[in-house]
């Protein structure tokens, strides 16, 4: 029986049509004995494409049929026929397109509106082709502009906004599907902050013209809120974002409100600390959910451990993962649900996770300790001073930028490496917490730090040590000695 496969509003520039897809699994289940089109560019207009097709349709010993034109594939010549008409076809394509992009370009350069999604504040004319004021809309974008210049942070603004029942604009596209009205997050914020339609004007492959629609903010209130947001975004630009890890993202969820319990992080001190947050409660809905943040690190750690009599010892996440359908966890209950593929369901209460960065993460206790914060610190003081001295940097001041903390963190930081080589020797090689506090932190060093009399020194790091009640003794001559290699040697 005959079947049509028609492709309407479908480019023929690739093969991801779904009536093309249609007919190829027919064809692979040997319904099809004939393709007949009306012109050879109804079925592809890519050369490349088109012989694949070809080469099918030979595998499976189907023939190929044009209406309108005449050819014959079993000779060289209807071959080399075909592969002219579809690279006439192909040509016509990219030339359309091309004519296509210039007239946009050249709309564009004029000021005019070339279509895309409605903004807030304008409506499309019914007769096409232009913006008009929507009076209510633009009022209300005025006052968000004014708020905006006035706010201390994107973050407040939001919440401004929430609290005056500001939404994004209502919308029915042309096929009849309604975009309801939304809560702005800061992403939707700020790019309606930063819209240059509100100003009159256009953007076009990062060039502004002069447009043709009215403007909605004055040019006084648009360039003081642009410069608020080129100072938030400051401390942002030319950051490298390295990738999370986060083995629980798409399983964790949040028992208290459904929404998922997606990854995030907050830095403090150079020092990374990763967190599961309730999407609900991120964004501060109209109900909120109360749930709390859960420290990644120690919630993965536990989850390991307790699932250990069930799946085996020696478990790691690459291994775990297959296993699992879902989680759902309460950070304020530490109750968490885990649900497995073959069906099966557990409920246990994990441990009192620690905060991340306390000095008792249980994951760094089973790990034999923690290497204390001031041996890492010294060791990036001795790191910087190597990368000064080399010329990598230039100052301490750049590398204070790039490591995103203060200048008068890096001068702290930096007063370690004034602290006597056999003080700085012992402080390298401490032992490893266990628990509690270190027995030394940089702020404790700092008085030490600022006596240039290495022997005073000495006896004010030994008078530190007795307090902490583990005063080690110094290292000898020759450890000394090893110290010195191993710095010049770095």
């Not at 209807?78 to 397109?97: C, D, K, P």
């Not at 994107?154 to 809560?183: D, S």
């Not at 907050?266 to 420290?295: E, L, M, V």
Request: aromatic fraction near 8%; proline fraction near 4%; charge should be positive.
């Amino acid at each position: 029986m005959p079947e049509q496969y028609n492709d309407g509003g479908f480019s023929g520039s690739h093969l991801e049509r779904p009536a093309l897809q249609r007919l190829l699994n027919d064809l692979q289940s040997g319904r099809i004995d004939c393709v007949l089109v009306y012109k050879v560019d109804r079925l592809s207009r890519s050369l490349l494409d088109f012989a694949r097709l070809m080469e099918r349709f030979d595998r499976t010993g189907v023939s190929f049929v044009s209406v309108t034109q005449e050819f014959n594939t079993t000779t060289s010549m209807g071959r080399l026929t075909l592969n002219i008409l579809l690279s006439f076809a192909q040509f016509e394509r990219e030339v359309t397109g091309e004519r296509t992009r210039d007239k946009q370009s050249a709309a564009r350069r004029k000021g005019k509106w070339i279509g895309g999604w409605p903004v807030l504040g304008y409506d499309l004319d019914p007769q096409g082709g232009r913006l008009v004021v929507n009076p209510a809309e633009a009022e209300r974008v005025r006052e968000i502009y004014r708020m905006a210049a006035d706010a201390s942070s994107l973050e407040a603004l939001v919440a401004q906004i929430a609290a005056r029942g500001f939404l994004t604009k209502a919308w029915t596209n042309k096929a009849g599907k309604p975009h309801l009205a939304r809560a702005f997050s800061r992403m939707t914020l700020r790019l309606l902050l930063s819209n240059v339609l509100y100003k009159g004007s256009v953007s076009h492959k990062g060039t502004i013209y002069p447009g043709e629609q009215e403007r909605i903010v004055g040019e006084e209130v648009w360039d003081k809120v642009q410069a608020q947001l080129e100072l938030r975004s400051a401390g942002q630009r030319g950051k490298v974002h390295g990738p999370q890890l986060a083995p629980l993202a798409g399983l964790l969820y949040c028992t208290e409100c459904g929404s998922a319990m997606r990854p995030t992080f907050t830095t403090r001190h150079g020092r990374r600390y990763r967190y599961y947050s309730c999407q609900a409660a991120r964004r501060k809905q109209n109900k909120p959910c109360s749930q709390n943040p859960a420290g990644a690190k120690g919630l993965e750690f536990f989850l390991l451990r307790n699932l250990e009599p069930v799946l085996g010892t020696g478990l790691n996440w690459e291994a775990v993962l297959p296993s699992l359908r879902r989680l759902d966890y309460n950070a304020n209950t530490q109750r968490v649900s885990i649900a497995f593929q073959d069906g099966t369901r557990m409920e246990q209460t994990l441990a009192t996770l620690p905060r991340p960065g306390s000095t008792t993460d249980a994951a760094d206790k089973s790990a034999g300790g923690r290497v204390p914060r001031v041996s890492r610190l010294l060791a990036l003081a001795i790191k910087f001073e190597r990368l000064v001295r080399e010329g990598a940097v230039r100052n301490y001041r750049e590398l204070a930028e790039a490591g995103q903390i203060s200048r008068a963190r890096m001068s702290q930081i930096m007063h370690l490496s004034d602290l006597a080589p056999e003080i700085q020797e012992e402080l390298l090689f401490l032992p490893k917490t266990v628990a509690g506090p270190d027995r030394f932190t940089e702020k404790s060093l700092r008085q030490v730090a600022r006596s240039i009399d290495w022997e005073l020194q000495k006896k004010q790091f030994r008078a530190l040590g007795k307090q902490t009640r583990e005063a080690a003794p110094l290292p000898t001559n020759e450890a000394k000695e090893a110290y010195d290699v191993r710095r010049a040697s770095s």
